[in-house]
């Protein structure tokens, strides 16, 4: 890491950077705030760090943190104080502080709050790590406004990627699939618009989407969402959506997104898992690691809306040849981008499966 170190008193300036140093970072020292805020200033995004004395002449550690935060609201800043400051201290840290030294802080006090901030630093390795361990479920929502769906997508997308980045998945792949799922469920779901509308005429059905919209019994209605990982386990010789040995759920009912609609859904329980922590048992922890690497994981999406549903068994297969155009691009692109897909027995609540494997 490259240290910025900013205090007024020499000999502890030069102490810092050399402790700095023998930990195998690099340190650039300012005497003071004002000096430390230029030198920050000329590259921003140079340093991965920062250490700053609090009671300093021209420029104090507070200004310079809030300076700071103005251009870099998440560059790590360790703020030094004297043993007892505890209102410096609580001051520091609202103002936006990562981390506080307190004076006379020993070598051990620096290189644990260094090696804290390179954990931090470190997020996306740690992560790729923990992935497999992490039981992720989120819900949300949200009313039947077609403008709202790009900025759902970009949440949405931004929980998948860690998953699609480690496993080799094309999170725009992804996004696809729920914006046109997303969109089914406003639009033919809660707003009741048939393709037969848009199909005949796109100034007709612009027009009763936004008549629908403004409709308290229309775009009152909620569209929600529940992303989750699951567990699945390997089952012999059966199709499913066309493909043959596919992986199945589990667990078979959801508790997800229907559930808080009051619609049917599929519940998947998944296990909790707890790394094991003793430098001890460290050789455990890795074969534990490779065990869950290689348990069949699984990203599930419930997109449940309000409407009246329809009859599942009118849905094509719209990966045969033969039924190319029978049936609208929603649901080509969802089965093309998805490994599985159903719907509750109403036609509410479609779920979406994407394997997790290297």
């Known amino acids: 890491m490259k240290v910025l170190i900013v205090d007024d008193d020499t000999p502890v300036r030069k102490i810092l950077s050399k402790i700095v140093s023998h930990y ?27 250490l700053s004395d609090v009671m300093m002449p021209v420029m104090d550690g507070f200004e310079l943190l809030k300076r700071v935060r103005h251009q870099n609201s998440e560059i790590p800043f360790v703020i ?15 103002q936006g502080a990562t981390d506080f030294l307190t004076k006379p802080y020993t070598k051990k006090d620096l290189s644990d709050s260094l ?21 992720t479920t989120l819900n949300t929502s949200i009313p039947s406004r077609i403008d709202l769906i790009p900025g759902l997508i970009g949440f949405l997308k931004a929980v998948a990627r860690p998953y699609c980045h ?16 997303i969109t089914n469920a406003i639009i033919h779901g809660n707003l009741d618009i048939p393709s037969s509308v848009k199909n005949s005429s796109w100034t007709e059905f612009d027009k009763q989407v936004c008549e629908r919209e403004s409709m308290a019994e229309y775009g009152g209605k909620m569209v929600s969402v529940c992303f989750k990982i ?14 043959a040995g596919n992986l199945n759920l589990q667990n078979a009912i959801c508790d997800s997104a229907a559930a808080n609609l009051q ?38 999406w419930d997109i449940a809306d309000n409407g009246k549903g329809f009859d599942i068994k009118n849905i094509p297969d719209t990966l045969s040849s033969e039924n190319f155009l ?3 691009r929603g649901i080509l692109m969802i089965r093309s981008f998805m490994d599985q897909i159903s719907w509750n027995s109403k036609g ?3 779920k979406m499966v994407k394997y997790l494997q290297r």
């Open 24 to 50: 195998g970072h690099q340190a650039v020292t300012a005497e003071n705030g004002q000096i430390g805020l230029d030198i920050f200033l000329k590259e921003p995004l140079k340093f991965d760090a920062i």
């Open 80 to 94: 030094m104080t004297g043993y007892g400051d505890k209102g410096m201290i609580i001051r520091a840290l609202k």
């Open 115 to 135: 090696n804290r901030i390179e954990s931090m630093l470190n997020t996306k390795q740690s992560m790729d790590y923990a992935l497999p361990f992490i039981n």
């Open 166 to 181: 480690l496993y080799g998945i094309n999170v725009f792949d992804i996004a696809t699939a729920l914006s046109e799922a």
């Open 230 to 243: 699951i567990e699945m386990v390997d089952t012999e010789g059966k199709e499913e959506d066309g493909r």
């Open 263 to 300: 619609s049917e859904t599929v519940n998947c329980k998944s296990e909790n898992f707890n790394a094991v922590s003793h430098k001890e048992e460290i050789d455990k922890t890795i074969s534990f690691l490779e065990k869950q690497r290689k348990k069949h994981m699984a990203m599930q």
């Open 326 to 328: 029978l049936s609208g």
């Open 348 to 350: 509410n609540c479609i």
